[in-house]
């Protein structure tokens, strides 16, 4: 029962305010004994010419509280609401069984499209560890959406167009030992290294590396050719990243897919009068919103990846007709996707009110700033690595028996990386530390991978099966009734995490769980000798486990049944 909405229904015509607005005030109180449900009287002062403490008084005198609500208190411009426990218990528990993996997913996005670009690696570059709070949050955003019923396109928009491959090109030909799909992405990346540093005394290799890029903005065959083996040998490399990581994509068209389709944009600008040529250089004047103009073309005719980024966006809408078009991209880049939204406004895609720059803080070293230019960097493989080395003596240690610690390892590893970069607001910077990423203390993703192994070794031990009727009166301690509260939020967390673009509350409300899981385990016996009360424990337990691993699954991260 959504008790909520009947609330907001009974209150609605004393308040003079329809059932949908007054629904999205209630609150959770801050202190469990005032309450299971908080509604504030304040909005309410200037329409109905009262104090909230009246408000509060006169609705709770007025109000017939719906069916499983046994009581109302006034309190300081409140009115706070109890709830039948074991009727709560019943209806949260048995929902949570039921829909078992579909638990806190909805069809709220039944017949709609959303795409989410996210992680776009550079080509014949490092995958390193600042692609992963873009790769991270938007797999997870992605995973979200689809439990709520859209149809998600994941596009890995690569950064495989531009000079920079023409000073690959340049490199290659120079100080090239081997054919090029034989080399490393480490390799490769030295190769841009030097050129960058010899580029420093010998200016005349930025020339060369020009001539280059033209040769493969042409179609040269040898261009072409070798441009393909750089993307084939780093889509290689970096897929078995991803398949660490959980990650995939519907598409992979970088920005070299819209070469052929930009020439239709340009002349659309053209030809509306919407661009000029200001110096040699096609521009779309943007001084009048506050911000620089919107390069189309360089003054040497070349493209950049603004007029991509348009180009781009037009083919999804014609291709893909998505409601909404997500751009899980740092907010670094922040003044470039305010212009080319606006030159999309300018060109009369009114659906560009539906692109939607998801931005996240920067990751930085704390040794300094990642530049691969410079060549430092850390790999992302580097990092997970060393995670599960990590948690592989910590289970060697501490779990000797488990069998296949090796998998667990990995599961566990990787998922603390991931969780790192999940777990907080993603507009926060982040300075990367190997040692803060790999300290399993406290709120992390092992944390939470260990109390669903938790929950799992109950259920074996108790030999659990779900069969027969369950009293749910039983679970009348503080501890069952602050987890099934838990367990009751979390299909809230779920839509709101997906209004916001914000998996953190996903995370937050799994770590909940996990908190008031851990208190019931250690407070309550579960394995009670009275029959009912084990069974009713057990469903709890149950039903934690399921919405723990549901969370975990939404962030993308595993769910071991053993560590």
């Known amino acids: 029962m959504d008790y909520s909405k009947a609330l907001a229904e009974a209150l609605a015509p004393l308040c ?10 209630f609150e959770k109180p801050k202190n469990p004994e005032m309450g299971d449900i908080a509604f504030p009287c304040f909005r309410l002062s200037k329409t109905l010419k009262k104090s909230p403490v009246e408000i509060a008084n006169s609705l709770k005198c007025a109000l017939t509280l719906p069916e499983g609500v046994i009581g109302a208190e006034a309190v300081a411009g409140y009115l706070n609401f109890r709830l039948d426990p074991a009727r709560l218990s019943k209806t949260v528990l048995n929902e949570a069984l039921q829909k078992g993996d579909a638990y806190g997913g909805a069809d709220i996005g039944k017949g709609k499209t959303i795409v989410v670009e996210y992680s776009s690696i550079n080509i014949a570059k490092p995958f390193h560890i600042g692609h992963l709070p873009t790769t991270a949050i938007g797999n997870s955003l992605a995973n979200i959406y689809k439990a709520l019923g859209y149809n998600v396109v994941r596009i890995n928009h690569l950064g495989d167009w531009g000079t920079q491959f023409g000073k690959m090109l340049c490199a290659f030909e120079k100080w090239g030992d081997k054919p090029i799909n034989e080399y490393s992405v480490k390799e490769m990346v030295n190769l841009y290294v030097r050129f960058n540093r010899e580029a420093e005394s010998d200016a005349s290799l930025n020339e060369q590396a020009r001539a280059w890029f033209r040769r493969l903005e042409a179609g040269d065959e040898a261009a072409v050719g070798l441009w393909k083996q750089m993307t084939s040998a780093t889509l290689n490399e970096d897929s078995k990243v991803y398949e660490r990581l959980n990650v995939s994509f519907d598409s992979y068209a970088g920005e070299a897919f819209y070469e052929d389709k930009m020439p239709a944009i340009i002349e659309e600008l053209r030809e509306t009068g919407i661009s000029k040529v200001d110096q040699g250089a096609t521009i779309v ?4 919103w506050n911000m620089p103009p919107c390069i189309i073309l360089k003054s040497d005719g070349s493209t950049i990846y603004a007029t991509r980024d348009i180009a781009a966006a037009c083919y999804r809408k014609a291709t893909y007709d998505f409601d909404k078009c997500l751009y899980v991209v740092a907010y670094q880049q922040d003044l470039h996707f305010r212009q080319f939204f606006k030159v999309l406004e300018l060109m009369g895609r009114t659906w560009v009110k539906d692109c939607v720059h998801v931005k996240f803080g920067m990751v930085s070293m704390e040794e300094g700033t990642l530049s691969t230019r410079q060549g430092i960097v850390v790999y992302l493989e580097d990092v997970l690595n060393a995670a599960v080395d990590k948690t592989y003596e910590i289970i060697c240690r501490k779990s000797p028996d488990l069998e296949d ?3 667990a390892a990995e599961a566990v590893g990787v998922g603390a990386i991931l969780w790192n970069a999940l777990y907080s607001n993603r507009i926060k910077d982040v300075s990367f530390s190997f040692a803060k990423a790999l300290n399993f203390d406290g709120e992390t993703g092992p944390y939470v991978q260990y109390t669903h192994a938790r929950a799992c070794s109950v259920l074996r031990r108790a030999k659990y099966c779900k069969t027969g009727e369950v009293d749910y009166s039983r679970l009348n301690d503080p501890y069952s ?39 019931f385990y250690y407070e309550v016996r579960i394995m009670a000798e009275d029959n009912a009360d084990r069974a009713a424990r057990l469903a709890l337990t149950d039903a934690s486990r399921q919405v723990i691993k549901n969370g975990l699954t939404l962030l993308g991260l595993k769910a071991p049944e053993r560590m």
Do not use: G, H
Request: hydrophobic share 45%; net charge negative; with cysteine.
């Open 285 to 288: 004047d943007l001084s009048e």
């Open 481 to 519: 009734q602050e987890l099934i509260k838990a367990i009751e939020a979390f299909p809230e967390q779920v839509k709101l995490a997906a209004e916001k673009y914000e998996p953190y509350l996903v995370a937050r409300a799994v770590m909940n769980i996990c908190s008031c899981f851990n208190k």
């Open 16 to 25: 003079n305010v329809p059932a949908t607005e007054i629904e999205e005030w």
């Open 405 to 407: 610690k090796r998998a």
